[in-house]
């Protein structure tokens, strides 16, 4: 299903999407594969699966600390791959890669266009590639039928986010405030509300806010605004020093209040 389509199926139900996030191989393959099991399960609308990379720069340090044990495990893009067909192939929620442009570069643009479409990714979020420089990208995930979600910052003014959004894949995923990825600080809600309307005036495609959700409270406020929420480096601590089963069980009970936060829009 269509990422645009999953977005609207939420919204039809009086939820917004829940989107967490992973790093995949963190702490090993295995134990990614049990959690992505357990957030299906928990109600998961789509899961970003985390390519590990030596230079993200749009991660905070729980993400950041996540890729390096993952690379130090051995995790490569071909590993993440993998991953995302066995889970889509058990019944796992659609899948959608966030990854950096160096490791798609050197693994090939058509060629990771094609393997993940062959392993059922819905979709692929590289965050350091500007919109300018992402059409030949763009146009290789389009063509597998993979959807590309672009970012469009606090900063970014009216007309520049009008021309993302309109080359937008699936959704627009905004960015709650400035800075890196981390739970360390709640978003700033007024900005961000300043933020949805101007971006509603721009564009029909679903919204998905990210950077700094990590409470139901924080839930609860995004889910009055957007049709998607994106959790990550909350969830990261949530099953910190776990391993298999005991991971995919603090992943259960730290994500419970959070779908019910969405639900009461």
């Known amino acids: 299903m269509a990422l645009e389509s999953i977005l609207a199926k939420a919204h039809s139900e009086g939820r917004a999407a829940f989107i967490p996030y992973l790093m995949a191989g963190d ?3 295995a134990t990614t594969e049990a ?3 357990a957030l299906t399960a928990a109600g998961a609308d789509v899961i970003e699966l985390g390519i590990p990379y030596g230079d993200p720069l749009a991660d905070g340090p729980s993400i950041a600390a996540a890729g390096q044990r993952a690379l130090a495990g051995g995790t490569g893009i071909a590993d993440v791959i993998s991953l995302a067909a066995r889970s889509r192939q058990s019944g796992g929620a659609p899948v959608i890669l966030f990854t950096y442009f160096n490791p798609v570069y050197q693994y090939g643009l058509d060629a990771f266009a094609h393997d993940a479409a062959a392993a059922g990714v819905a979709g692929a979020i590289v965050p350091d590639i500007a919109l300018e420089e992402s059409e030949e990208l763009r146009a290789a995930l389009n063509a597998q039928g993979i959807d590309m979600p672009l970012l469009v910052a606090p900063s970014t003014p009216r007309d520049r986010a009008k021309c993302i959004a309109e080359a937008s894949g699936g959704f ?8 890196v990825t981390g739970a360390g600080s709640a978003p700033d809600f007024t900005p961000l509300h300043a933020q949805m309307a101007m971006l509603r005036g721009v564009t029909n495609k679903p919204l998905a806010v990210g950077f700094g959700i990590s409470r139901p409270e924080h839930v609860r406020e995004v889910a009055s605004l957007a ?3 994106i959790v990550g480096s909350a969830l990261i601590a949530a099953y910190s020093g776990k391993t298999g089963e005991a991971a995919a069980s603090g992943l259960r009970a730290f994500t419970k209040p959070l779908v019910l936060a969405a639900s009461s829009r």
């Open 227 to 229: 049709d998607g929420f």
């Open 35 to 37: 959690m992505m099991a």
């Open 27 to 29: 702490p090993d393959i």
């Open 172 to 179: 627009v995923y905004v960015v709650s405030r400035l800075g």
